[in-house]
């Protein structure tokens, strides 16, 4: 194995270990039950492509293009604040919160759009795996292996995460916990497009 392999492996997941509006939406569909895999996938996959990019030195475009952040900052944002008032929306009915092993929910299609846009849209992950990854990646010899052990912690996390929910389904057997899980999503989605617009 690689002797870069692990500490990428090490710093990825450490990046994606915070609980985010991409980390609280597949938790959510984990609980569901619904199109978990594919959700995982996406994130999984969304992160080996931007992995990739900043170790291959796709910082340096976000560099020469100077309004690129801003509109990723600002679109990030106002995804974040529609999607938090959408879940507070649910919180507050309660009515129509899913039993955990009830599945329905989404097509696969609009499904995959709310959370590719959680992911693209948000400038963190840029921050994280582009310019943090990418910069870091630099000191090892084996690129490779850096970018394989950071990308093998992404589908380490995410399809633990996604699939790891499920035990949790007898807590979200009950209405109430599904209002406070999307109470929960309200209050990190909100904190984030503060930060995003403030920054």
Do not use: K
């Not at 959510?28 to 994130?43: I, K, M, P, T, Y």
């Not at 989404?106 to 995959?112: D, E, V």
């Amino acid at each position: 194995m690689s002797s870069a392999f692990l500490p990428g492996f090490a710093l990825g997941f450490s990046l994606i270990l915070a609980i985010g509006a991409q980390n609280a939406f597949v938790l959510r569909q984990g609980l569901r039950r619904d199109h978990v895999f594919a959700v995982c996938l996406a994130c999984a996959l969304s992160d080996a492509l931007l992995i990739a990019a900043g170790v291959a030195g796709f910082g340096a475009l976000a560099r020469a293009v100077p309004w690129l952040e801003p509109v990723m900052r600002y679109g990030g944002a106002a995804f974040l604040l529609w999607y938090g008032a959408l879940n507070l929306r649910n919180a507050w009915r309660g009515g129509e919160a899913l039993r955990a092993e009830d599945g329905r929910g989404r097509g696969l299609w609009r499904t995959l759009g709310v959370v590719l846009a959680l992911t693209w849209l948000n400038p963190h992950v840029y921050l994280d795996t582009v310019v943090l990854l990418g910069s870091v990646s630099a000191q090892y010899d084996d690129r490779l292996g850096f970018v394989l052990g950071a990308t093998c912690a992404s589908f380490v996390f995410f399809f633990s995460l996604g699939y790891g929910a499920r035990l949790l389904a007898p807590l979200f057997a009950r209405p109430r916990a599904w209002q406070v899980l999307d109470l929960l999503i309200a209050l990190v989605m909100w904190p984030i497009a503060a930060r995003l617009l403030t920054m």
